[in-house]
């Protein structure tokens, strides 16, 4: 399973819910987006709440979710939209001024697809609504080397992955679970190619079989799973 993001049709604009509890900081987010040909701001929301309304009637492609505001806060509002919109949820994408070990991780238990950090350029912003609008995931690139290193020490790593994991780690090809411990390294799907002697495109089907054989929403799921069940240890 891929990160979320419904279905568009080819060629079609990327619709895209911003939530921040800031008027300024919405504003300039619809500015940034409405900007780039191919994005188009379709809504804006206050609050978890008024981002759960807005993403059950709007169904956006994205939304850039901010963290900390009034009332339901956006890692409970994430969980929410993101469980009540199967088949085709929404990717998300938390947006927070707090670089944070602990936010990202509850932003991925939450069904998160990406993590970006506000004081981000506007150029890291569209891209990042443009990765997980196509189903990938995306971290911040200045935390995701120190995130991926710090997976294993706020997970504590089972050394004896439970037999369920043992059973799902089993129905991977030898080709795959290289495939796994190269996304546990933090490489791209053109290092992977390169390391393993294949083609993009052969790598993208490996990654999108791990993540159907291990029930992971994308790669940053994959990265936690390959530290939870020590197929992979920390540096260091």
């Not at 506000?118 to 995306?138: C, H, T, W, Y």
Request: proline residues 6%.
């Amino acid at each position: 399973m891929t990160a979320g993001g419904a279905a568009r049709a080819p060629g079609s604009a990327i619709r895209v819910l911003v939530v921040d509890d800031q008027a300024l900081v919405r504003a300039g987010f619809r500015t940034i987006l409405d900007s780039e040909e191919g994005i188009t701001v379709v809504g804006e929301a206050a609050d978890g709440e008024d981002a759960m309304d807005a993403a059950a009637s709007l169904r956006p492609d994205v939304i850039c979710m901010d963290v900390q505001m009034p009332g339901t806060d956006g890692l409970e509002a994430t969980r929410r939209i993101l469980d009540a919109a199967s088949p085709t949820p929404p990717a998300v994408l938390v947006l927070t001024t707090f670089d944070r070990e602990d936010y990202l991780f509850a932003a991925l238990e939450a069904g998160a697809s990406g993590f970006l950090l506000k004081n981000s350029s506007p150029e890291q912003l569209i891209e990042a609504v443009q990765v997980v609008a196509r189903g990938d995931a995306l971290l911040s690139p200045d935390v995701t080397r120190r995130v991926i290193e710090a997976a294993s020490a706020a997970r504590r790593p089972r050394s004896h992955p439970p037999e369920p994991a043992l059973a799902a780690l089993r129905d991977l090809t030898a080709r795959e679970r290289e495939v796994l411990v190269l996304l546990a390294e933090g490489l791209s799907n053109a290092e992977i190619a390169a390391r393993m002697w294949v083609g993009e495109a052969t790598v993208k089907t490996h990654v999108s079989k791990v993540l159907m054989k291990l029930g992971l929403r994308d790669r940053v799921h994959a990265v936690v799973y390959a530290y939870e069940h020590s197929i992979v240890r920390p540096p260091g």
